[in-house]
């Protein structure tokens, strides 16, 4: 949340994060994700101020997780609870994530649906040059700095039918709540993840 409480933006990994972060801190990379305090925020604070958050595609979002977080000597506490391995390949990772709870993911997987409160302004990783400016327009900050990108091939390329009903199955809640097309060959499926009842969101 904004100091004086005029806006809030709720925190979503592997989807801008490191790059707003940077932006409202005004620190360096490495020092943004220390420098910028996180708090629960009860659902109802969206609605008393502008809100904003950005998402993403599961799919895209779930490939830039496995190639910024897997390829290391050492992983997070959270991902080796989870039962990835350092450097495990994405179709064995896929595997693991799709199979854990959504109370055990850890945030960089975790159903977006499931972190989000209802927000004022929602705004998509791939037009986000075009939909930040109704941010700007609304907060005040500035231009969106690029930061944090992970490196990997075009998220096609490690498709499988296997994989990809997986990952619609695990994350159709987010596909259908912000509009994202479930791939073609899917059946419909029912799901009902259900929202918590406080989200991490950022706080200076």
Not at 50 to 76: E, G, H, M, T, Y
Not at 89 to 99: I, S, T
Not at 124 to 133: H, L, N
Not at 165 to 176: L, R, T, W
Request: glycine share 6%.
């Amino acid at each position: 949340m904004e100091p004086e409480g005029r806006w809030i933006w709720a925190l979503n990994a592997k989807a801008c994060s490191t790059s707003i972060k940077v932006l409202i801190s005004g620190c360096p990379v490495g020092q943004a994700h220390t420098t910028l305090r996180t708090g629960l925020f009860e659902p109802e604070e969206f609605t008393k101020r502008f809100s904003f958050v950005v998402v993403r595609n599961p799919w895209d979002r779930l490939v830039s997780a496995w190639a910024s977080k897997i390829p290391l000597v050492v992983l997070r506490k959270d991902l080796r609870n989870m039962g990835c391995t350092p450097y495990m390949p994405f179709d064995e990772f896929v595997r693991v994530v799709c199979e854990t709870k959504v109370c055990k993911q850890d945030n960089h997987m975790k159903p977006q649906g499931v972190q989000i409160p209802d927000v004022g302004c929602v705004c998509r990783f791939e037009s986000i040059e075009a939909d930040w400016e109704a941010v700007r327009a609304s907060t005040g900050l500035g231009e969106l700095p690029r930061h944090g990108a992970s490196r990997h091939e075009d998220p096609d390329k490690y498709k499988t039918p296997e994989l990809v009903q997986m990952v619609a199955e695990y994350y159709k809640a987010d596909y259908e709540r912000f509009g994202y097309l479930i791939p073609d060959g899917v059946p419909e499926l029912d799901s009902d993840r259900g929202n918590v009842g406080a989200v991490e969101l950022a706080a200076l």
